[in-house]
């Protein structure tokens, strides 16, 4: 076993040159963003001697743009920065509530979404969040950039699509239209500070009728990865996303989900929480675009 | 393997050490620069027993690595006070008692800090809140809101 190395590359080909060099030398390289999830792990149980990747040194991890048509949010920005961003709270209020719920005001100062979403937990509260805004992952690697839909991103439980030698450089959102918005609620026994036990993101278009034109829901912490729901949207569009079709789509999420009874809940209560949690983060979505 | 050299600002002082790479802020602070009023509780950024500010964000020492610190600012519970006398957060959390053991009072303090100089006037949620990562199993901190919103009030209208 060889020791600990700390390095912090400020360009893409520097990092890519680094996990190279690592991957050629039969060394684990493992990659540091905010941290919050990596150094619990070293302390914990995986403590074996690796080479962390500080990625917070380049251009492209520390970036946020929030252009006319796309917004860009770089993998290694805090949470806190998110969602004191009002432009950016204006435009995905659902997403950056996400952020606002995960852990302290400490770990919020340092953990990132690109980390939360590479952790991979069937729980992180970005995550459905993404989802439900259609966010497309960055991804560099050797052979260039690639882009993959969020939700094909997490593939396991803390598993990710990354490929060896690759990194996440940050997430592209569409910018939304003045009819639509989003909104996201997770359940958890207490009011702060805990792991959701399921947790549902919306997003919905409005039309000029009140009428939804489309719409995408995410769900977590019910299936081994947060998933999208496509009957769930389609319960919603062409509806003015009324009771009946809140609770068709909290329908389509119990139908989707396929959970685990832990200590933080059992199967049963957990298919049924989610269908409540998404008929709720529905009607918040749909009052933000209707300003009720 | 050799050690990192790393070149940071602790309490607006230039600081050098050398720390292995998967060293924490929090070991660097404690063991080799003897800045022992930053406290650890559990290592594993739950307690935030190790709050410090960190570019003026607060964070947990034992959740950053001390590499990580190169070219940033960091002020510990000794930058709090100014010269001899207490900080007027230091003192509102001696008179109305807020603390007993004392192990979460530095971040406590360090947290109070962050939040008041970001919010001046912030009102019983936002405190709660706000303080949600400082556990402390002494005082059922009800004395540490009082003593937050005390301190508010000396910082908005000094004595």
């Not at chain 1, 680094?18 to 403590?47: C, F, I, N, P, S």
């Not at chain 1, 592209?172 to 989003?182: E, H, I, M, Q, V």
């Not at chain 1, 959701?196 to 919905?204: D, K, Q, R, T």
């Not at chain 2, 602070?29 to 003026?56: F, I, P, Q």
């Amino acid at each position: 076993m060889g020791a600990y190395q700390y390095v912090a590359p400020t360009s893409v080909d520097e990092t890519l040159a680094v996990l190279k060099d690592a991957a050629a030398r039969g060394e684990r390289a493992q990659l540091l963003a905010g941290g919050t999830d990596l150094l619990v792990q070293m302390r914990g149980l995986d403590r074996a001697a690796r080479t962390i990747v500080d990625l917070k040194k380049l251009a492209e991890t520390r970036q946020l743009e929030l252009g006319e048509k796309e917004t860009y949010i770089g993998a290694a920005i805090c949470c806190a920065e998110l969602y004191e961003n009002e432009a950016l709270k204006a435009r995905y209020p659902g997403l950056l509530e996400a952020a606002d719920l995960i852990g302290s005001t400490q770990v919020q100062g340092r953990a990132s979404i690109g980390g939360n979403l590479c952790n991979a937990s069937p729980a992180g509260d970005t995550i459905p969040a993404l989802i439900a805004n259609g966010a497309i992952c960055v991804v560099a690697g050797p052979d260039g950039q690639r882009e993959i839909p969020v939700e094909k991103f997490v593939v396991g439980v803390q598993k990710n699509a990354l490929a060896q030698g690759e990194f996440l450089l940050g997430l592209k959102l569409k910018a939304p239209g003045a009819r639509t918005s989003d909104a996201y609620l997770r359940f958890i026994p207490r009011t702060e500070m805990d792991i959701a036990v399921a947790g549902c993101g919306v997003a919905l278009t409005l039309n000029d009728e009140g009428i939804c034109t489309d719409a995408r829901v995410g769900i977590g912490a019910v299936a081994p990865t947060a998933l999208l729901v496509p009957d769930a949207a389609k319960a919603l569009i062409g509806t003015s996303v009324d009771d009946d079709a809140l609770a068709a789509a909290g329908a389509a999420c119990t139908a989707a989900a396929s959970p685990i009874t832990d200590k933080r809940g059992t199967v049963e209560y957990r298919r049924r929480i989610v269908a409540v949690l998404c008929k709720r983060a529905g009607a918040i979505a749909r009052n933000r675009i209707l300003g009720v | 393997m050799s050690k990192l050299h790393v070149e940071t600002s602790i309490n607006g002082e230039a600081v050098e050490f050398l720390c292995e790479p998967q060293q924490s802020l929090l070991e660097v602070l404690r063991e080799e620069l003897d800045r022992t009023g930053t406290k650890e509780g559990c290592g594993t950024g739950d307690c935030g027993a190790c709050s410090v500010l960190m570019d003026g964000r607060l964070v947990c020492s034992c959740l950053v690595l001390a590499a990580e610190t190169s070219g940033h600012e960091i002020t510990t519970i000794e930058g709090i006070a100014q010269g001899d006398g207490l900080h007027p957060i230091q003192q509102a959390y001696l008179d109305n008692a807020a603390l007993q053991c004392g192990i979460c009072t530095p971040g406590l303090v360090v947290a109070t800090k962050a939040l008041l100089d970001k919010n001046p006037n912030p009102d019983e949620e936002t405190i709660r809140y706000w303080i949600a990562g400082n556990l402390c199993r002494c005082t059922g901190y009800d004395k540490i809101v009082r003593a937050i919103q005390d301190a508010a009030g000396r910082l908005a209208h000094p004595a």
